[in-house]
């Protein structure tokens, strides 16, 4: 009662498709309860009772041979008339010790029951699975947040709910996708800095990336996806294609300028001479993710979401790039010579 509550009260929520319990606490049974001193009594051994029963209720496999050109399996079960009721399952014969057969019924109490067909443990205690489905372009963040409080307000004392699987994986790792982002930044900065001897000149460099998130972002949101773990996969990708293409301009106006050309003069030479090659390596990679952003079939729910984010990641920051670039360059080498 409690799983099926939840359920109906999760599947009314906004931005939920629907939830359903596969747990059925009142399947067909039947009940055995074996007299251990009638078995020994009678020589029973109890190995031949449970025996009888995985055959006779379950079925046993015995072999197969081969017959008409094909593979004939044979398998040993009760015929259906004689399993069908505690009365007739009574009837079935089990062997003693001495070889006779004695009535089942006679070591055995057999009765109609109900129960669940399958018993769930979780954390050693009895659960209840419960699967559902969210809206497009719903984080998984916003349905765990929804399903918690319904579960709060539900669920009886004495009962909780937990989750499992991938999304038990996601609470696990928290922020963890906006910390690895954040290093990925900084170490990018520091790396620069110490390869350009500036501690401004890095931000010419790493300012575009804000621009590469934002067209990627925009992206997921037309594509009514949402911001899971592969699109922040894809975030942090997007930080060293971004800084890559704006090193071939910072890189190339730098050495320009130490050869005696000023600054204006040598951004503008940047971008001329590598206007080509950030073209050529962007369009290469963004026609490279098509397939992952146009994907269908067995995991396109995993390759759409990352092929969509750097695809348009990507295509965001060569058209502003390579326009922003420089401009961010030219105010920061102004200032850093002013400074100086």
């Known amino acids: 009662q409690a799983a099926d509550q939840l359920s109906q009260e999760g ?37 031949e009772v449970f025996s009888a029963l995985q055959v006779y209720l379950g079925g046993s496999y015995v072999n197969d041979f081969n017959q008409f050109g094909r593979t004939w399996q044979v398998n040993l079960q009760a015929d259906p008339a004689y399993r069908i009721s505690p009365d007739q399952v009574t009837q079935l014969r089990v062997r003693t010790d001495t070889g006779n057969l004695v009535p089942l019924g006679s070591v055995a109490t ?11 443990r979780y954390n ?7 699967n559902g489905l969210s809206i497009p372009g719903m984080s998984s963040g916003d349905v765990v947040v929804t399903i918690d409080n319904v579960a709060k307000d539900s669920l009886p004392p004495g009962m909780d709910a937990q989750w499992t699987e991938l999304t038990y994986l996601q609470i696990q790792a928290g922020n963890t996708a906006l910390i690895v982002f954040a290093i990925a930044v900084v170490l990018v900065v520091l790396v620069l800095a110490a390869q350009y001897e500036s501690v401004r000149l890095p931000f010419a460099v790493v300012l575009v990336v804000p621009m590469c998130l934002l067209s990627s972002a925009v992206g997921i949101a037309a594509a009514q996806l949402d911001i899971n773990i592969f699109v922040q996969i894809g975030f942090v990708v997007l930080v060293g294609l971004a800084s890559k293409n704006a090193i ?16 204006f003069d040598a951004t503008i ?22 397939p992952l952003a146009i994907a269908s079939g067995a995991g396109a729910e ?5 092929g969509i984010a750097v695809f348009s990641g990507m295509l965001g920051v060569t058209i502003f790039g390579i326009f922003l670039t420089p401009v961010f360059y030219y105010v920061l080498a102004r200032r850093t010579a002013k400074d100086s």
């Open 124 to 130: 050693g205690m009895n659960a209840a699975a419960i």
């Open 302 to 306: 995993m390759r759409r979401p990352l």
């Open 269 to 290: 030479e940047a971008c001329r001479l590598r206007l080509r090659p950030i073209m050529m390596t962007s369009l290469a990679f963004i026609l490279g993710v098509v």
């Open 110 to 120: 057999i009765e109609n029951s109900s129960g669940p067909a399958l018993v769930t």
């Open 248 to 263: 071939l301009i910072v890189e190339f106006a730098k050495e320009e300028q130490t050869k005696g050309k000023s600054k």
């Open 11 to 47: 599947t009314q929520q906004a931005g939920i498709l629907g939830m359903f319990s596969g747990f059925r606490a009142r399947t067909p049974q039947m009940y055995v309860d074996v007299d251990r001193t009638k078995c020994k009594m009678m020589g029973v051994p109890l190995q």
